[in-house]
């Protein structure tokens, strides 16, 4: 099962020529899965904020936009375990706390995590895919 960045989830949807081949390889994988493709709700938080602030944009609203999000996949939680996991991260990795919640939350379902991101990619913290 794989968990997808907040840029995969977006690039998914309206640019999939952004994707690497391995990425749309374990996508199209993980579709033939009941469940097989997780979205942090972090991500549904990101989106949303990028969408209000006009730095996204999208020809429907962002309530419709996230209702077909929470349709198609299968959107993991953030609970206690993984926001204390998330500041655990040790250094070198960076400080931005979504990044971190996201990935505490691919250790914590088990998934590997779909990402174009090159901290996440080099920190070797979970299991990764580009």
Request: charged share 15%; with cysteine; glycine share 4%.
């Amino acid at each position: 099962m794989i968990l997808l960045d907040t840029h995969v989830v977006w690039w998914l949807a309206y640019q999939p020529e952004k994707l690497s081949r391995a990425a749309t390889d374990a996508i199209r994988n993980a579709q033939q899965m009941p469940l097989g493709i997780a979205v942090s709700c972090v991500s549904l938080y990101e989106m949303t904020w990028l969408l209000e602030r006009g730095r996204l944009t999208i020809s429907t609203s962002p309530a419709v936009f996230l209702r077909e999000l929470n349709r198609r996949f299968n959107i993991l939680p953030v609970d206690g375990a993984i926001a204390v996991d998330a500041a655990r991260i040790p250094a070198p990795f960076h400080g931005d706390p979504m990044d971190r919640l996201i990935i505490a939350t691919a250790l914590a379902s088990n998934h590997t995590l779909v990402t174009a991101d090159n901290a996440m990619l080099t920190s070797g913290l979970c299991q990764l895919l580009w």
